[in-house]
C-alpha cells in the first residue's frame, strides 16, 4: 500500500470486483488503525460503487459531484467515462499580464501537473526557456527581456489547446482484437532528450488504433 500512497491520494486498482472491495476493505481498516480515515473514495465501476454506498463508505458517485472535479494527482479524472483531461482554469488570470519575471514564469510552469508525461512536449518549452533565464542571470522580480517575454506569453495562450486533450484510461476495448504491437520511440538533442510509448492495437473488424502507454522528455 505504500507504493500506492501520493501525498493524500491513494491510488489502486483490480479488473475484479470482489478483489477491489476487499482491497478498500483492507486499507479503511488499516489506515484507521492510526487514526486515519480514508474518504471521498471514487471508481469507474457503479457496482462496486453501489457495494460502497451500501457499507456506508464515503464515496463520490460522478466527477462533477458538488461542482467540483474529481482529480488524481491534479489531472481530473471523469470516472463515468473513464477518462482524463487537464485543468487549465488557474491559468485564465494569466492572459492580461503586463510584467512577466523569473518567478512568475517559474510559478506558472508550476501549475502544470501531469505525473503521466502527455504534456511533456509542450512543458519541455518551459523548461528550456528558464534554463535560458537563469543562464542570463535575470533576478527574480526583474522583468525578463522582450523576446523572453514574447515567447511565454506564446506559450501561455497555447495552453488553450490543452482543453481539447481527452485521454482514455482504457487501453483495450471488449471488442476482440487480433493483434497487439509496443512502439518505443525516443530521440536527443543538444538540449533535452525525450520517449514515448505506445500500443498499436488491431482489431479483427481492420480497425487500427494506437493509445499511449509512456512519455518522457
Not at 55 to 77: F, H, M, Q, Y
Not at 105 to 118: F, K, N, Q, V
Not at 120 to 131: C, T, W, Y
Request: glycine share 4%; with cysteine; charged share 25%.
Amino acid at each position: 500500500m505504500l507504493n500506492e500512497l501520493h501525498v493524500d491520494d491513494l491510488i489502486n486498482g483490480t479488473s475484479d470486483i470482489r478483489e477491489a472491495i476487499q482491497l478498500s476493505n483492507e486499507m479503511i481498516y488499516i489506515l484507521s488503525e492510526a487514526s486515519m480515515n480514508l474518504r471521498r473514495w471514487a471508481t469507474n465501476s457503479p457496482v462496486l460503487n453501489e457495494a460502497w454506498k451500501r457499507a456506508n463508505v464515503d464515496c463520490r458517485e460522478t466527477s462533477e459531484e458538488l461542482g467540483v472535479p474529481l482529480k488524481i494527482l491534479g489531472i481530473i479524472w471523469n470516472n463515468m467515462n473513464d477518462n482524463l483531461t487537464f485543468d487549465i482554469r488557474q491559468f485564465e488570470k494569466l492572459r492580461n499580464l503586463v510584467i512577466v519575471t523569473k518567478r512568475i514564469i517559474l510559478s506558472t510552469h508550476g501549475m502544470l501537473l501531469d505525473p503521466i508525461g502527455i504534456m511533456n512536449p509542450f512543458i519541455v518549452r518551459m523548461k528550456l526557456l528558464l534554463q535560458t533565464i537563469w543562464e542570463l542571470g535575470i533576478p527574480w522580480d526583474e522583468c525578463v527581456p522582450s523576446e523572453i517575454k514574447a515567447t511565454f506569453i506564446v506559450w501561455l495562450n497555447e495552453i488553450e489547446v490543452l482543453r481539447n486533450f481527452v485521454i482514455s484510461r482504457l487501453y483495450f476495448n471488449e471488442v476482440k482484437w487480433e493483434s497487439v504491437e509496443l512502439h518505443l520511440f525516443s530521440h536527443a538533442s543538444p538540449k533535452c532528450y525525450g520517449s514515448v510509448t505506445y500500443f498499436r492495437i488491431k482489431y479483427t473488424d481492420r480497425y487500427v488504433t494506437v493509445r499511449p502507454a509512456l512519455n518522457g522528455i
